[in-house]
C-alpha cells in the first residue's frame, strides 16, 4: 500500500510538473512569437504607409482634385494590401478619407495619439497593438510632405494583429503542439506506471521464489534431523505411559506436543513441495463438510458451534485431499480468532459459473493495516502461528485455478472465501 502511494505521488507529480513545464514554456515561447510578429507587422505596415505617402501628391488638402487622387490611391492600396482600414487625415490629425467610410465615434488621435503625433512631425511610427471587439489592430502612420517639405497629410494603413494569418498559424500549431507533448507525457507516466508495478510485482515474486527455495533446503532439514528424533521422543513417551501412567492427561503431554511438532514440519513440506495435484471431480459441500468432520473434535472442546449450509449440485475439478487441508486450515484459523464460546457458519453456493466456499466467524476481526499480508508466507499475529495456514490455502486455490480473499471489520468478524471453477462437461 505504501508503494502504491508512492508510485500515485510520483507520477501525479510528474504530470503536475510536465504541466507547468509545458505551459511556462508555451507561454514564453507565444509571447516571444507575438513580439516578433508585431515587429515584423510593423515594419510591413511601416513600409506600406510610407510607400504611398510618397506616392500622395498635396500640396495642401484644400486641392479638391490632389485630395481625389490621393484617397483613389488609398482606395487601391487598400484593395492590393487587403488592409483593414486605409485613412487620410490633415496636419492636426483630422479625419479627411476613409476607406472603408466607417471609422467610428472618436478621432483617430484618440486611439492612437503617440503613432500619430509622431507622425505629424514627420516621423513615421507604427502604433500599439489595441482591440476593437474581438479583433486585434495595430496601424502605421506615415506623413506626406508639400513640395516644400511641409506636411500636409497623414497616411494611416490599418491591419488585424493576424494580418498575413501567421500569428493565427502559429497558435494554432502552438496549442497542438502542447497537446501531443501533453499527451506524450501522460502516456509516458502511464507506461513508468505499469513498468514500476510490474517491477514491483516482479520484485515480490523474485522475494517469494527466495523464500520458497530457502523453506525447501530447510524442510530437507527438518525431515532428517527432526522427524526421525521426534519418532524416538513419541515411542519414549508411549513406553513411560505404561509403565508408569496413572491415567491421568499428564503423560499425554509429550505425544500431543509432538504430534502438533510432526504437523507443524509437515506444513513446511507441504509448502515448500507442493507436488503434483490429483485431480478428480467432486461436488463442494461434502468436502467441506468432510473438513469440519475431521476439526469438530476441536471446535467442540473450545464451545465453538459449526453449522454448514451446502446450497451447490455442480461439480469441480479438484484435489479432494488438498482441499480437505485448505478447509481445516481457515476453520482452524477462524477457531484460534474466536478463541472460546463462538460461532462459525461456512456456507458453499454457486455463484455465475464458479463454486464459492464462505466460512464466517464472530472472532474480533483483523486490522485492516494487517488484511493485505494474511496471505504472504510466514506473516502470523500469533505467538505460535508458522504463517503458513493462509498461504497455503492459496497456494492450492490458485493451483486448482480458483481465487482466495477475505473480508474482515474489526469487530465484525472474518469472512474467508475462495472460488473454483465449476467442471466442465466432456
Not at 481465487?403 to 473480508?407: D, I, K, M, Y
Given at each position: 500500500m505504501e508503494a502504491s502511494r508512492v508510485r500515485v505521488l510520483a507520477s501525479l507529480s510528474a504530470l503536475v510538473f510536465s504541466t507547468v513545464v509545458f505551459a511556462v514554456a508555451g507561454l514564453f515561447v507565444d509571447r516571444q512569437l507575438q513580439a516578433l510578429l508585431d515587429d515584423r507587422l510593423a515594419e510591413a505596415l511601416l513600409a506600406q504607409a510610407k510607400s504611398v505617402a510618397g506616392a500622395v501628391f498635396l500640396e495642401n488638402t484644400t486641392d479638391s482634385v490632389a485630395l481625389a487622387l490621393a484617397t483613389g490611391t488609398l482606395s487601391e492600396t487598400r484593395e492590393q494590401t487587403g488592409a483593414e482600414l486605409v485613412v487620410l487625415l490633415d496636419a492636426r490629425?483630422?479625419?479627411?478619407?476613409?476607406?472603408?467610410?466607417?471609422?467610428?465615434?472618436?478621432?483617430?488621435?484618440?486611439?492612437?495619439?503617440?503613432?500619430?503625433?509622431?507622425?505629424?512631425?514627420?516621423?513615421?511610427?507604427?502604433?500599439?497593438?489595441?482591440?476593437?471587439?474581438?479583433?486585434?489592430?495595430?496601424?502605421?502612420?506615415?506623413?506626406?510632405?508639400?513640395?516644400?517639405?511641409?506636411?500636409?497629410?497623414?497616411?494611416?494603413?490599418?491591419?488585424?494583429?493576424?494580418?498575413?494569418?501567421?500569428?493565427?498559424?502559429?497558435?494554432?500549431?502552438?496549442?497542438?503542439?502542447?497537446?501531443l507533448g501533453m499527451a506524450l507525457v501522460a502516456g509516458l507516466v502511464v507506461v513508468v506506471w505499469h513498468f514500476w508495478a510490474r517491477s514491483e510485482a516482479s520484485e515480490r515474486a523474485l522475494w517469494d521464489s527466495q523464500q520458497l527455495a530457502m523453506i525447501g533446503q530447510m524442510t530437507a532439514t527438518m525431515a532428517h534431523e527432526v522427524r526421525n528424533p521426534l519418532g524416538i521422543i513419541k515411542a519414549a513417551a508411549e513406553r513411560i505411559r505404561r509403565k508408569y501412567g496413572d491415567g491421568t492427561e499428564l503423560f499425554d503431554f509429550i505425544p500431543d506436543e509432538v504430534d502438533r511438532l510432526d504437523r507443524l514440519t509437515e506444513w513446511y513440506l507441504r509448502f515448500a513441495k507442493p507436488?503434483?495435484?490429483?485431480?478428480?471431480?467432486?461436488?463442494?459441500?461434502?468436502?467441506?463438510?468432510?473438513?469440519?468432520?475431521?476439526?469438530r473434535g476441536e471446535l467442540e472442546a473450545a464451545a465453538i458451534e459449526v453449522v454448514v449450509e451446502d446450497l451447490?449440485?455442480?461439480?469441480?475439478?479438484?484435489?479432494y485431499d488438498r482441499l480437505v487441508q485448505v478447509n481445516i486450515n481457515i476453520l482452524l484459523n477462524a477457531r484460534q480468532a474466536i478463541g472460546s464460546n463462538g460461532r462459525i457458519e461456512a456456507k458453499v453456493f454457486e455463484k455465475s459459473d464458479v463454486i464459492r466456499v464462505e466460512v464466517k466467524d464472530n472472532g474480533p476481526g483483523i486490522p485492516p493495516r494487517v488484511q493485505p499480508n494474511v496471505f504472504q508466507p510466514f506473516f502470523t499475529t500469533k505467538t505460535a502461528g508458522s504463517g503458513l495456514g493462509l498461504p497455503v490455502v492459496k497456494q492450492v486455490v490458485e493451483a486448482l485455478g480458483g481465487?482466495?480473499?477475505?473480508?474482515s471489520r474489526p469487530?465484525?468478524?472474518?469472512?474467508?472465501?475462495?472460488?473454483l471453477p465449476c467442471a466442465k462437461d466432456n
Open positions: 490629425g483630422r479625419v479627411l478619407f476613409t476607406d472603408p467610410p466607417v471609422l467610428g465615434e472618436r478621432p483617430y488621435i484618440d486611439l492612437d495619439n503617440a503613432a500619430l503625433a509622431s507622425a505629424i512631425t514627420g516621423k513615421p511610427a507604427c502604433g500599439e497593438r489595441f482591440r476593437i471587439g474581438n479583433v486585434d489592430l495595430k496601424t502605421a502612420f506615415a506623413p506626406v510632405f508639400s513640395p516644400f517639405g511641409e506636411v500636409v497629410a497623414i497616411v494611416g494603413i490599418e491591419a488585424p494583429a493576424d494580418f498575413f494569418g501567421a500569428l493565427r498559424d502559429v497558435r494554432r500549431a502552438l496549442v497542438i503542439t502542447l497537446g507436488g503434483d495435484l490429483r485431480l478428480t471431480k467432486a461436488r463442494m459441500g461434502p468436502i467441506l463438510q468432510d473438513s469440519v468432520s475431521r476439526v451447490a449440485e455442480s461439480e469441480c475439478l479438484v484435489d481465487r482466495v480473499g477475505l473480508t469487530g465484525d468478524g472474518t469472512t474467508v472465501w475462495y472460488e
